[in-house]
């Protein structure tokens, strides 16, 4: 009896789906398991342009002139149809990604739910300046801006949380008027199609919103971030990808907005509540199996608790649980593939080198026939570590972290600050004035004090150095996605 055909994940242009080009196909593994999941079109470069042509199109046809009232309707009825089909999103997202189902629901899929209403909110509510300027001869002018849509934004986004992040980024850019071309991960193919239905049956113009599947350098990402038409790109991803994404943006002088990697840290104070302290490292560390820019894989600790956060961090690393994804009792996931898993697994062996001590973890586990395939790691933690050594100064983007104790203030926020990452730490203390001392020295673009991942979608987010260049989020969003025009009347 022969196995049933892999679904067929297409390409969306100009408001239909592409039929499929079976020599451009590539196979969607389940990371759970390491079977085949879906079929996925690969874009070339004449899709990509007519992408990007279709896009323009939208713009040309009157997208960018609608009124905000009726922009901002549309973002709503969106939300409203996710939450419709809230569990096919969820299926869809638990498929590419393995992440566990509880997860998916109470974060991904939700978190895209809150994107378009908080961003239709905030849009709806946005402001202009304006400026009344006296002039010599007593008369006055007047100032205003106008802002105007950027134009066709290139939308990348990685496979760790694709959904979210999708949204992160679609919901402001439509909500200004921008017309968007959308190129995931070719991990996580399918929520994104999944969108693309739910724009649609909003009542999004055909051509506002298109997904072209790929991998980066030689097709599809670089089809799309060196094309002409593109006015303006935001990414998220690794460093090393962004500085790419910079090079092809530069001749055009496009604009970018880039949320990179990470190698963020967490300096936990004697004073602190250890047990909250616990549960948070808990969370920054393992969350998403550490695939979250934000997780944290360096852990600063005052040398008077030191060994009740390793033991205790490591009790709870022990009660994780790694399993069926779409099992309610799994708290682990695996990594995305077999590529990523190796490269995770490098950094094992250069932690032993290093002459790390291994407090919990430090392998692959094996669960069963069913799920040995997939790319599954055990939750590890190191000491014996310092900042010298690479698993301490380089991404990993797996559920590790090193332990490092300290002894002063000073020194721990000298340790967190050793990096040429930027993007967020974490600061535990019970000491308030100490919280926020130390959180306004942290070289980051989010620091955070007894709490880690906690959002106010208002506020700005991103980060410096190699994790990346502006903000997006609240108002910082809409300057990127919006172009001012300031107009001046004499009175």
């Not at 892999?6 to 242009?13: A, D, M, T, Y």
């Not at 085949?36 to 279709?54: G, N």
């Not at 944290?296 to 608790?305: G, L, N």
């Amino acid at each position: 009896m022969s196995a049933e055909p892999l679904p067929v994940i297409r390409n969306f242009v100009g408001g239909t789906f592409a039929e499929p080009d079976e020599e451009r196909c590539l196979t969607k593994t389940a990371p759970a398991t390491g079977t085949p999941l879906a079929q996925v079109h690969e874009a070339d470069r004449t899709l990509v342009d007519r992408a990007v042509r279709s896009a323009r199109g939208a713009l040309a046809d009157g997208w960018a002139h609608t009124p905000v009232r009726e922009r901002t309707a549309l973002l709503r009825r969106a939300a409203d149809l996710i939450e419709q089909r809230f569990e096919e999103f969820v299926a869809a997202e638990v498929g590419d990604t393995g992440k566990p189902v509880t997860q998916a629901r109470e974060l991904d899929v939700a978190r895209a739910i809150a994107n378009f209403r908080t961003f239709a909110d905030i849009v709806a509510a946005a402001g202009q300046d304006s400026y009344l300027t006296d002039l010599p001869d007593g008369r006055q002018a007047l100032n205003y801006a106008v802002r105007k849509p950027l134009g066709v934004v290139a939308v990348i986004v990685p496979w760790n949380l694709p959904l979210l992040l999708l949204t992160w980024k679609v919901a402001p850019a439509l909500a200004c008027g921008n017309a968007v071309v959308v190129k995931p991960s070719e991990e996580t193919p399918s929520t994104a199609a999944l969108l693309a239905e739910v724009l649609a049956d909003a009542g999004l113009p055909a051509g506002a919103y298109n997904v072209v599947h790929g991998f980066g350098a030689g097709s599809a990402g670089e089809f799309l971030v060196t094309h002409p038409g593109v006015d303006g790109i935001t990414f998220t991803g690794s460093s090393a990808t962004g500085t790419a994404v910079m090079r092809a943006a530069a001749p055009g002088v496009r604009p970018v907005s880039f949320e990179l990697g990470g190698k963020n840290a967490a300096i936990v104070f004697d004073d602190v509540d250890v047990d909250e302290a616990l549960d948070g490292l808990c969370r920054s560390v393992f969350t998403n199996t550490g695939q979250v820019c934000l997780c944290t894989e360096r852990v600063y600790v005052h040398r008077a608790v030191f060994t009740d956060i390793v033991d205790g961090l490591a009790e709870r690393a022990g009660r994780l649980r790694l399993g069926d994804p779409f099992s309610a009792h799994t708290t682990t996931g695996p990594l995305i593939s077999q590529e990523h898993r190796r490269k995770v697994l490098r950094y094992f062996d250069l932690a032993e080198q290093a002459g790390a001590k291994v407090v919990t973890g430090g392998g692959t586990p094996h669960l069963g026939p069913a799920l040995d395939g997939g790319a599954w790691i055990e939750p590890t933690l190191w000491t014996g570590l310092t900042n010298a050594d690479r698993p301490v100064r380089e991404e990993i983007f797996g559920p590790v972290a090193a332990l490092i104790p300290f002894d002063t203030e000073e020194e721990a926020i000298a340790l967190a600050n050793d990096t040429d990452y930027g993007l967020a730490a974490a600061v535990w203390t019970n000491d308030l004035r100490r919280g926020h001392r130390v959180a306004q020295r942290m070289d980051v673009g989010m620091a955070w004090v007894n709490t880690w991942f906690l959002r106010d979608l208002r506020s700005p987010f991103g980060g410096a150095g190699l994790s990346g260049i502006g903000r997006e989020g609240g108002a910082s969003s809409l300057h990127f996605y919006t172009e001012p025009t300031n107009v001046c009347v004499q009175l």
